[in-house]
């Protein structure tokens, strides 16, 4: 079953929606390469970005297991995938344990980041949040072999932060220049720098327990 899962592997581009909000009948996919981005819109058009996707994701499982996708989620970069059928998901729990184990794993993390995401935007102040953040980001691209404790790449724009983090663009960009001026951490040209990073995990209150699991299963 997971050959065959591998030999489904589609590619979409940056910009184009997989995903709609409301969509049934949908697979869900596992991300192989890329990142990615789940969010909702508001009547009013504004966006609230539920998290960001990196490789050895699901994307899309709720929309299989619930059969409507209550979020859209759009492709940050050019990405590739391996689809996963709503029949692959059912006799997985059967005849794949792997499968099965890696589908708990990203329920259990994605509800713990679920939990911290709502402690940022609910009681940390901005900068505090920022560094949370980029330290979750950089902790769950170490899983997968992307990040090191001096840093990782990263394509988020600040827009794209702003609208994950609950803060106007402006207001991004006064954040991370104070964390660069404090020797904290640096983003810059699509990298961010951990500067001192006992001190920013410190400063953020950042404890990496909750994603402390084996890491993504299926790459």
């Not at 997985?92 to 993390?109: C, G, N």
């Not at 709502?118 to 920022?130: F, N, P, T, Y």
């Not at 402006?170 to 904290?184: A, C, I, K, S």
């Amino acid at each position: 079953m997971l050959d065959a899962m591998h030999k489904r592997r589609r590619t979409f581009v940056a910009g184009r929606d997989l995903v709609h909000q409301g969509q049934s009948d949908q697979a869900a996919y596992i991300l192989a390469s890329g990142w990615a981005c789940s969010y909702k819109i508001l009547r009013d058009g504004e966006r609230q970005i539920v998290d960001f996707q990196i490789p050895g994701d699901f994307l899309g499982l709720r929309s299989v297991l619930l059969h409507t996708a209550d979020h859209s989620i759009e492709p940050i970069t050019d990405i590739e995938v391996c689809e996963v059928q709503a029949s692959d998901l059912l006799g997985a729990f059967t005849r794949t344990p792997r499968l099965a184990t890696a589908v708990l794993w990203a329920a259990s993390r994605d509800e713990a980041m679920v939990v911290e995401h709502l402690v940022d935007i609910g009681r940390r102040h901005a900068a505090e949040r920022m560094a949370h953040f980029l330290l979750e980001l950089g902790a769950r691209l170490s899983l997968v072999g992307l990040a090191t404790k001096a840093g990782y790449t990263c394509p988020l724009t600040q827009y794209l932060l702003a609208d994950a983090l609950g803060l106007s663009a402006v207001h991004v960009n006064r954040v991370l220049r104070q964390l660069r001026e404090t020797g904290l951490l640096t983003f810059r040209d699509g990298y961010v720098t951990f500067d001192d990073y006992d001190r920013l995990r410190e400063f953020a209150g950042f404890d990496p327990v909750y994603l402390d699991h084996a890491g993504p299963l299926l790459r």
